[in-house]
């Protein structure tokens, strides 16, 4: 994937993510990491990074394997972010990676939507680990997913 055109997307379409220092770090077909540094635009009143960067940061992990396998399936796919819950396990300091490695279900989900041509939920989750490898927060979306009629 092209960084710089990841970056412009997010100036583009998802600002407050660009501005917040969401930035990719790694995505293939199993796995996406975005790191986010805590910084003056991110952080809380006290000294941590505010749960919405963090959650953005997490959704785009989530999302941006979705929408790739949308593109490389060819068919016009609506997503839904319909829900999603978060889990706080230490204050978020520094750089922060959020990992989603659920490449294996999204592809069975996707099998599922093409075949069946009905629309299909799925639960992925995305952890957010810092430079001392704790897991500072976990956040679990679920997508709801549709074919678009033509």
């Keep these: 994937m092209n960084f710089l055109k990841y970056n412009l997307f997010l100036l583009k379409k998802l600002p407050s993510a660009y501005f917040c220092g969401a930035r990719i770090k790694h995505i293939d077909s199993n796995q996406c990491e975005i790191k986010i540094a805590l910084n003056w635009f991110n952080k809380n009143p006290y000294k941590s990074m505010f749960w919405a960067a963090q959650g953005m940061a997490a959704e785009l992990t989530t999302a941006l394997m979705i929408t790739d396998k949308i593109k490389k399936s060819g068919y016009d796919v609506s997503?839904?972010?319909?829900?999603?819950?978060?889990?706080?396990?230490?204050?978020?300091?520094?750089?922060?990676?959020?990992?989603?490695?659920?490449?294996?279900e999204i592809d069975e989900m996707m099998n599922k939507l093409i075949s069946s041509n009905t629309s299909q939920t799925i639960t992925l989750s995305s952890t957010g680990i810092n430079q001392n490898n704790i897991t500072v927060s976990k956040f679990i979306f679920e997508w709801s997913l549709k074919i678009r009629e033509k």
Excluded: D, Q
Excluded at 91 to 99: R, S
């Design 79 to 104: 997503m839904l972010l319909i829900s999603n819950n978060a889990n706080y396990y230490k204050k978020a300091t520094g750089l922060i990676v959020f990992n989603c490695n659920e490449g294996a």
